[in-house]
């Protein structure tokens, strides 16, 4: 069976534009700054995000663990959202690695107010850990793809300095959340210290994520990147179509919004409660419907439609360059 995958948008695959960049990237030893198509990819990145330069890293996990390495020494107090990604999907690699220590906030949408941040820090005490660094997220995997303002991202990032604290943002799908808001995703990164984007998901390039932040900041993380194996040779080749994806790719991530709400409307009328989406998330309750996400995972697989498990009574689904809005039409013919 030609099954629908709508598992993740990092089962995209790079265009054939992507193809022959990477085939014909001029390339050089990154590790020594020789590679001329990662200094432009870095040049470009630090250029959209208004940051003063930008880091080209393997995955978004090992850009937001730079990050923190970056932001931290060991033992310190690391504020996240308590469905955060950092959180709950990178093997515990602040800990494990940075030696920090998480300390999480519940909230109802992903969004960190000032006002939950105030009563998240603890007062000055020899026996408690120093808080240094605050991760945010946009959009937010865990609550339905929901992309955060400029605004809320910007205030809580202005109260966080007030403390002295550090603020990361792990901007996985950032453009997803620029689209949504229709602004510059300048916007976002303009109050935050580091931010972290992914080429690999909705902008189809095959590997890649970049941190930027200011200059210094951005020197002490390729050193940081070379402890942890990242440095890489002749790695144009990846990072030419890691170009194309910034240049071209950013606009089209519109159409994969508009079809995961119309997949919404499709699910609803076959009587799925839903997280009304926002971006190219999609978040479907199977209480009511199955015993549990792992049983609606395998009904949806055995329609020849693929999705995740999202926890004991949800499942997931992402909208992205390999669906179509047939493909979309075609969900409401398997269900029926």
Same mark, same amino acid.
């Given at each position: ?6 598992? =993740?948008?990092?089962?995209? %695959? ?20 020789? /590679? ?47 469905? =955060?990604?950092?959180?709950? +999907?990178?093997?515990?690699?602040? #800990? !494990? ?8 906030i519940q909230t109802e949408d992903g969004n960190i ?7 998240? *820090? ?9 808080? #240094? ?11 339905? $793809?929901?992309?955060? =303002?400029?605004? #809320? ?9 007030? %403390? ?5 943002? /792990? ?9 949504? %808001? ?5 916007? +976002? ?6 931010i972290q984007f992914c080429l690999s998901k909705g902008?189809? !390039? ?50 994969? %919004? ?10 609803? $009328? ?23 996400? /792992?049983? !609606?995972?395998?009904?949806?697989? =055995? ?30 013919? *398997?269900? #029926?």
């Open positions: 069976m030609n099954h629908l995958d709508f598992r =993740s948008d990092t089962i995209t %695959h790079p265009t054939e534009e992507m193809r022959e960049a990477a085939a014909n990237a001029k390339v050089g030893d990154d590790v020594f700054g020789d /590679d001329p198509t990662v200094n432009e990819l870095e040049q470009i990145a630090a250029e959209k995000m208004g940051k003063e330069a930008a880091l080209f890293v393997t995955s978004g996990t090992q850009g937001n663990l730079v990050s923190v390495l970056g932001h931290t020494n060991p033992g310190n107090e690391v504020i996240l959202e308590a469905d =955060s990604h950092i959180y709950h +999907y990178e093997v515990g690699g602040i #800990s !494990a690695i940075a030696g920090a220590i998480p300390k999480l107010t000032p006002e939950m941040l105030e009563n998240a *820090l603890r007062p000055s005490n020899i026996h408690f850990p120093d808080t #240094s660094l605050l991760c945010l997220e946009n959009t937010h995997n865990r609550h339905g $793809g929901i992309a955060l =303002s400029p605004h #809320s991202i910007a205030e809580v990032a202005r109260a966080a300095h007030d %403390h002295g604290l550090s603020v990361h943002l /792990d901007g996985a799908r950032i453009f997803n959340a620029a689209i949504y %808001h229709n602004v510059n995703v300048k916007e +976002y990164a303009k109050e935050v210290d580091t902008l189809s !390039a095959p590997v890649g994520s970049l941190v930027a932040g200011t200059r210094d900041f951005i020197e002490k993380a390729r050193k940081i990147r070379k402890r942890l194996g990242g440095g890489m040779r002749q790695a144009g080749i990846i990072a030419a179509p890691g170009i194309i994806a910034l240049t071209k790719m950013v606009d089209r991530l519109k159409e994969d %919004h508009d079809n995961a709400r119309k997949l919404a409307e499709i699910l609803k $009328g076959h009587g799925y409660k839903i997280i009304e989406p926002q971006t190219n998330i999609l978040v479907v309750y199977t209480d009511g419907k199955f015993e549990n996400s /792992d049983e !609606a995972v395998d009904f949806f697989k =055995s329609k020849g439609i693929l999705c995740v498990p999202f926890g004991p009574n949800r499942i997931r689904f992402t909208t992205h360059r390999m669906i179509s809005a047939d493909d979309i039409k075609r969900v409401d013919e *398997l269900l #029926s």
